[in-house]
């Protein structure tokens, strides 16, 4: 069986926090709702985005919780057009997000940005158009 993602899980420290900043901030549609965990939808298109209090996931995942800074990871959103990208970050920044790079033409011609959640997990906005 080929391995595929329908879930992607962050770790928060403030899961309210977490969940108005994607569901009212950024539209994600609210799936479950318990304490400690939350699970959202992205769209039709999309994997589930998971919110998970950090204490939790990493006791969950039998790893230590200590850690910050560049954790290796962004996820990724490619939107059809510049507006839409600059449009993101927007929202983004408007729900609480800090915009760590503002959007701008790269050199493998697109065009780019990225935002961090309240969390410090970073998102990058692009288009290839």
Known sequence: MPL????????VEDLNRAKKFYVEGLGAELDQDFPGFVRCGLGPD?????LYEWEAAAKD????SEGSGFRGVSLHFVTDSRDEVDETLQA??????TVVKAAAASEWGGYFGYFSDPDGHLWKVATTA
């Open 4 to 11: 595929q993602m329908n879930t992607v899980m962050l770790g």
């Open 46 to 50: 999309s994997s589930m985005l998971a």
């Open 61 to 64: 995942a039998g790893v230590p």
């Open 92 to 97: 983004a920044e408007a729900a609480g997000a």
